[in-house]
């Protein structure tokens, strides 16, 4: 699976947009964009995912690049529960996942 | 997506005891993956533990030490065997469901 690149960690305040970028530039043709967030003391909790296309849930959208190398998950209206570590992991979906480091997301007041 | 119940939650050991930790899913899943975190680290994988075969071990982790189970489609169990201190961290199963996985809440692990 390919490797990805996110900052250590963001800050972000209440109720603005937080958007969070990560680096995939060795990703394949069949490999997925997937960010999951681990709140602390919990496993992790799956956000979105997505192939090519942006895409959007009740929790966030997904923005890829046209060339696949980078995408940035956003959460529209960050709230404090918000606080956690963002994993951006890139797979073909048909084994483990990966976890890199993750960005440390921290929703100021 | 399937919803994993860990448990226990959390246990304090003493060293050289071992720990049972199971995982059931309330669905049929093929593929089960076994994690471990430790204090202020990211998830690592222990194994992927498929029903009917043996599980594979990453790199690192081997079956003496962490033996798994899969007995059917809705239940794994990973035991953490002859504890030291060093194993004292957050073990995490996760299942595959489609294009998504779900993971367990974490067995948290104190090894004294």
């Known amino acids: 699976d390919a490797k990805t690149t996110q900052p250590p960690s963001m800050d972000c305040a209440e109720g603005r947009a937080a958007n969070l970028p990560c680096n995939h530039s060795?990703?394949?043709?069949?490999?997925?964009v997937y960010w999951y967030r681990q709140i602390h003391s919990q496993g992790p909790q799956y956000i979105i995912h997505g192939l090519k296309n942006n895409e959007t849930n009740e929790m966030a959208s997904l923005i890829i690049t046209e060339d696949r190398k980078s995408s940035t998950l956003i959460l529209p209206h960050a709230t404090l529960r918000d606080t956690a570590v963002y994993y951006c992991?890139?797979?073909?979906?048909?084994?483990?996942?990966?976890f890199g480091t993750g960005t440390r997301l921290t929703v100021i007041p | 997506s399937a919803v994993i119940s860990q448990k226990p939650s959390r246990d304090i050991c003493q060293r050289g005891t071992s720990l049972t930790i199971q995982c059931q899913v309330d669905s049929q899943v093929t593929m089960m993956f076994w994690y471990r975190q430790q204090p202020g680290q990211s998830l690592t994988l222990i194994a992927t533990?498929?029903?009917?075969?043996?599980?594979?071990?990453e790199s690192g982790f081997v079956i003496d030490k962490f033996p798994i189970s899969r007995p059917n489609l809705t239940f794994s169990t990973l035991t953490v065997s002859n504890m030291s201190p060093e194993d004292s961290s957050i073990y995490l199963c996760s299942d595959r469901w489609n294009y998504g996985y779900t993971f367990g809440s974490g067995t948290r692990l104190t090894v004294v």
């Open positions: 533990a498929n029903q009917g075969s043996e599980a594979t071990y």
């Open positions: 992991i890139v797979t073909t979906g048909a084994n483990n996942l990966f």
């Open positions: 060795t990703i394949s043709g069949n490999e997925y």
